[in-house]
């Protein structure tokens, strides 16, 4: 396959419209399959998801251009899935199962288009929000995340020549494939592609996603990325996310309802998915909280998606509850994915080895670590901690807690009443960088 000039591309922007999102397979595939779940049981929610920076220093709406975020996100509401995409996600085997969508589900997938949003600016930010039936607003969080991000790139970017340019991509994939050569060092080390969201561009995840399929061979077990697992025989990674449980709180009607919503989510998930897809995100309420009252056939499911926690402290806490319901935890797999570096892999592998099974879901620091790359200091080119999160479930306001508050989002008011009933054990704050 020929490699893309990235840097000569960069600089030959000499079309009025670049599209950022290409494909609606563009996107993570935990997207999909909550998708497939939310058609097939809540077609009547509504949802509204909004756009959180948490890198608050970093003026959005000063670094990049209104009309130019207008043109992206029109250009991905003209998507749709093509013949080709439908045939592969119909046919192709994932995580060991054929068909894993439904022909009906496929159906309605085939005209499905995003839905119109809402922009505005307050103080520096974008107030960017997607609102209308859960699912078609779902899919908009990865493209608005991808566009955004790789709108921050271009501007960046804009007052490079073609030779400072391609000295800028030369320090990144020297940088990028030091990281892959310690990543091979370790032995039996299973690493995914989770970049998707906050990458620098398509074209650089594209890259990275190449260079470790070469680099680190089978220790790279795939890509969240639909699209890019299509288009170089990966496979496709991701099962749920916070979205799922939050929805669920909101739509809750006691407080009994409220504490059993990160469980009936679950139990919703497992009538659609089995197997390897039966992995635990504990923390969107607080892992102390989820472990406390969980029933005991979530000890039962395959592993754990410890997110928002430190690895090792987070993990061994799993691996406790596990020993207390009397499972072996070298039968278990932990997958850790916030905010990987590779220092951080290399340290939480070297823990872990032989307790317990981990894979590890690498993400902003793979497709967007361009510190210290660029011929002259800047700092448009640094990752940012964005979300683009639920905010409202049918008019009610959703909340997120997290292990580190930092991450927690949501109405203070609702904020407070979800701690008087989850409670705050466990809860320590933490700088959130990417």
Excluded at 49 to 75: C, K, M, P, W, Y
Excluded at 376 to 395: F, Q, W
Excluded at 415 to 425: C, V
Aim: charged fraction near 30%; proline fraction near 4%.
């Amino acid at each position: 396959m020929a490699k893309t000039d990235i840097a000569r591309r960069v600089y030959n922007h000499t079309w009025k419209l670049d599209p950022i999102v290409r494909s609606l397979l563009d996107t993570d595939f935990y997207k999909l399959l909550m998708l497939q779940m939310i058609w097939g049981m809540y077609p009547k929610v509504d949802a509204t998801f909004s756009l959180i920076n948490r890198t608050t220093s970093v003026r959005l709406a000063d670094e990049i251009d209104e009309g130019e975020l207008r043109e992206q996100l029109d250009h991905a509401r003209t998507l749709r899935f093509s013949k080709k995409e439908m045939i592969w996600l119909g046919g192709n085997t994932f995580y060991g199962r054929k068909q894993i969508f439904e022909p009906e589900f496929l159906a309605w997938l085939e005209d499905f288009r995003l839905p119109e949003y809402e922009l505005s600016r307050r103080d520096g930010q974008f107030e960017l929000s997607f609102s209308g039936p859960w699912m078609y607003t779902t899919l908009w969080e990865i493209p608005a995340l991808a566009i955004i991000n790789e709108l921050r790139s271009r501007a960046a970017l804009r007052s490079f020549g073609p030779f400072a340019l391609d000295v800028l991509y030369a320090r990144a994939k020297a940088k990028m494939w030091d990281k892959t050569e310690r990543l091979k060092a370790l032995p039996g080390i299973r690493i995914s592609d989770f970049g998707t969201r906050r990458r620098h561009s398509f074209l650089w995840q594209r890259w990275c996603v190449e260079a470790l399929k070469e680099g680190i061979g089978d220790a790279f077990t795939g890509t969240s990325n639909v699209l890019l697992a299509m288009d170089n025989d990966l496979e496709a990674l991701g099962t749920n996310a916070h979205e799922l449980p939050m929805v669920f709180a909101a739509l809750a009607n006691s407080e009994k309802e409220l504490r059993e919503a990160p469980y009936k989510v679950l139990q919703d998930w497992q009538r659609y998915y089995g197997g390897n897809l039966l992995i635990v995100l504990p923390d969107t309420f607080g892992t102390a909280a989820f472990l406390r009252d969980a029933p005991d056939w979530i000890a039962d499911w395959t592993g754990f998606r410890p997110d928002s926690a430190p690895p090792i402290e987070g993990g061994e806490k799993i691996l406790s509850w596990w020993r207390e319901k009397g499972k072996d935890p070298k039968q278990k797999l932990l997958i850790f994915s916030d905010g990987l570096e590779v220092e951080t892999i290399e340290e939480t592998y070297r823990h872990f080895k032989g307790k317990v099974r981990m894979s590890f879901g690498w993400g902003t620091n793979l497709t967007n670590d361009f510190e210290g790359c660029a011929p002259t200091e800047t700092k448009s080119l640094d990752a940012i901690s964005l979300v683009c999160k639920v905010s409202e479930a049918n008019g009610r306001p959703a909340v997120k807690l997290s292990d580190n508050p930092a991450k927690a989002t949501g109405d203070e008011k609702e904020i407070k009443r979800y701690l008087r009933i989850f409670g705050e054990k466990d809860r320590v704050r933490q700088l959130v960088k990417v």
